[in-house]
Nanobody
Framework: QVQIMESGGGLVQPGGSLRLACRVS????????MGWYRQAPGKQRDLVAT???????IYVDAVKGRFTISRDNAKSTVYLQMNSLKSEDTAVYYC????????WGWGQGTQVTVSS
């Protein structure tokens, strides 16, 4: 059974930074492209950043240049460094496999609130 544990969220002022972490257990993490998703209140969950098994990254335009996704295969962990945060980044952030998201299920996510 795959378990996903996100952490690192919190309340931050606009322009601030946070670093999210997501540890995966129960799957061979090395073989999966991973993504960070977010869900704002009343909206659907959207993919915002991906990192493939080779380390290549892709970002949606809304976070490009501000967010950095990375992975540590030895720790089965994927990270999301978020800089220059804006109020519109407020959401619950989740990580998951790109290919196996529904099969793995979802963790509880970590709340990010950007507010002055």
């Amino acid at each position: 059974q795959v378990q996903i544990m996100e952490s690192g969220g919190g309340l931050v002022q606009p322009g601030g930074s946070l670093r999210l972490a997501c540890r995966v257990s129960g799957a061979d993490f090395r073989f999966y492209a991973m993504g960070w998703y977010r869900q704002a209140p009343g909206k659907q969950r959207d993919l915002v950043a991906t990192v493939n098994i080779g380390g290549t990254t892709i970002y949606v335009d809304a976070v490009k240049g501000r967010f950095t996704i990375s992975r540590d295969n030895a720790k089965s962990t994927v990270y999301l460094q978020m800089n220059s945060l804006k109020s519109e980044d407020t959401a619950v952030y989740y990580c998951n496999s790109i290919q196996r998201a529904e099969a793995w299920g979802w963790g509880q996510g970590t709340q990010v609130t950007v507010s002055s």
